[in-house]
Structure formats: structure tokens, C-alpha cells
């Protein structure tokens, strides 16, 4: 079966590496049929004000060149011009034009910031070690994801490793099972797709985003799902995508839903 990667960051992002031929010729060498490039989509000072976690507005027409140049160049890979995108909620601070916008062939919806902190941002993450913390956090990190999810107002096509929040491995006191379903159905309010996120298992939660039983309740709900590295090295261009398409296919999927070149999806039954 084809395997593909719809989520990466090169050095356009101020906390990435690579240049999106390294990426492309990595990802021709693990045969990928497809790659999507989803850089951070520019946050503004207040935000960002080193310019670590997202591509600096300045540079957002040289990272659309050289995207469009690597498809040109490599007509036998589908390779999308995306974004992934903050998810902010009231404290957003961006005017979006919907020109801007349109430009993208794909549109990860994420959420790293709860109230203006960025929750996943190891340099920060004394916060969790607050009394009650964990607890207070995680509803608001999955309050935020479901408005991000089912709000039709925006354009997110894949959400992104929608259990974000257990990467330190802080877990709340309360069960997350009924809140997977609330997650799910969100989702697919929104006609959102998600992904299998296959960094997490590096990170100290040591699993895929988000978990089994999450992933489950999204094949129940019937929410397509891709998969994505999250790549901020060429040499993770494929990390683990196989093991994550088993993990899927245990979850109950029996395709990968993958966005195209053409902003449309397309199906590859899972054989693996
Ligand atoms: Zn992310
Ligand atoms: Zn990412």
C-alpha cells in the first residue's frame, strides 16, 4: 500500500531543520507517494516574539516557492503546500485574509496554546507541576480542541495529534473516556479529518497521538484520519508510519484518508 506523510516542519520554522528538497529526497528514498509540508503558519509578536515556534511572515513566500518548486521538480509525488495552524480561540490576534488562506492545499488545526501559554513548549512547562494543574489544563486543552474541531467558521481540514496535552505525561485525576467521545464527536460536526501523530511516541507520554481508545472512538464516530510524522528533521520523514497504519487498523479503520495536491482526499485501503 502507499504510505504517506501529511505533516512536517523544515527550517522555515525557527525550532525545525532542513530544506524542503532535503525533506523531499528523504521521503523519495522511503517511498513516500505522498508529502505535505505544514509548517507553522505565522503566529504574531505577542505570540511568538522570538520567532521560535512559527514561520516569520517574511519568509512565508520563499517556503510557497520552494514547496511549489519541489512539486514541479517531482511529478511522481504528491506533494501539498500546507500549514498547520493555531488554534487560539478568544485571545486570536490574526486577521485572516481569505486569500491568504486559500493558497494552502492543507490546513492542520492545532492546539498548543491554552489561554496564551503554550502548553507543549518544554521551555515552559513548569506549569504542570502546579498543584491541580494537570486537572485544570487538560479541560481546557480538550475544551478548545472541540470548539477548534466542530467550528464551521474555520477552515482546518486534518485536526492534529488531538491529545496534545498528555506529552509530558501529566494525566488528569478524572478518566478521559467520556471525554474521547465528546472529542469524536466534535470532529465530526466539523467534517474534520485527524491523524495518528507518530512523534508522541518519543515524547515522554511514549505513544502515538492521541491513544487507542481515542482513536477508536473517531473510527466509531467515523472521522477519516491520515497520518503524519511530525517531522522536524528530514530523517523522520517516515518515523513509524507503518506501525502507526497498524494502530489505526486495530482502532477499526480499514483506509487511510490522505488530502491531495487538489484539495481533495483520497483513500488507500489499509494492507499492512
Ligand atoms: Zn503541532
Ligand atoms: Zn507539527
Redesign the pocket.
Known amino acids: 500500500m502507499d504510505l504517506v506523510n501529511t ?1 512536517c516542519h523544515t527550517g522555515f520554522c525557527g525550532h525545525a531543520e532542513g530544506s524542503v528538497a532535503a525533506y523531499v529526497s528523504a521521503a523519495k528514498e522511503a517511498g513516500l507517494a505522498t508529502l505535505a509540508f505544514t509548517d ?1 503558519f505565522p503566529l504574531s509578536d505577542a505570540f511568538d516574539p522570538d520567532g521560535y515556534l512559527s514561520v516569520p511572515r517574511a519568509s512565508m513566500e520563499d517556503y510557497k516557492r520552494d514547496v511549489l518548486a519541489a512539486r514541479e521538480e517531482n511529478p511522481k509525488m504528491d506533494i501539498l503546500f500546507g500549514v ?1 495552524m493555531d488554534y487560539l480561540g478568544e485571545v486570536e490576534d490574526r486577521i485572516f485574509s481569505s486569500e491568504e488562506l486559500d493558497g494552502f492545499d492543507v490546513i ?1 488545526g ?1 492546539v ?1 496554546f491554552v489561554d496564551r501559554w503554550p502548553f ?1 513548549d518544554p521551555a515552559q512547562r513548569d506549569r504542570w507541576e502546579e498543584p491541580g494543574a494537570a486537572d485544570e489544563i487538560w479541560k481546557r486543552y480538550i475544551e478548545l480542541w472541540c470548539q477548534a474541531a466542530a467550528d464551521a467558521h474555520i477552515r482546518f481540514d486534518v485536526m ?2 488531538p491529545d ?1 496535552a498528555k506529552k509530558f505525561a501529566y494525566y488528569p485525576s478524572f478518566r478521559l473516556e467520556p471525554l474521547y467521545e465528546q472529542m469524536a464527536e466534535a470532529a465530526r460536526a466539523g467534517g474534520r479529518m485527524i491523524e495518528v ?1 507518530t512523534s508522541g511516541s518519543y515524547y515522554a507520554c511514549a505513544e502515538p497521538f492521541p491513544a487507542p481508545a481515542l482513536l477508536r472512538a473517531f473510527a466509531r464516530a467515523g472521522v477519516p484520519c491520515t497520518i503524519g510524522t ?1 517531522a522536524h528533521v528530514p530523517e523522520n520523514v517516515s518515523r513509524d508510519i507503518a506501525r502507526g497504519i497498524r494502530l489505526m487498523k486495530e482502532a477499526g479503520y480499514s483506509c487511510v484518508t490522505v488530502p491531495t495536491s487538489t484539495r481533495d482526499r483520497r483513500s488507500i485501503a489499509i494492507d499492512i
Open positions: 505533516h507553522h498547520e492542520l492545532s498548543h507543549d492534529s495529534h496534545l501523530n511530525d
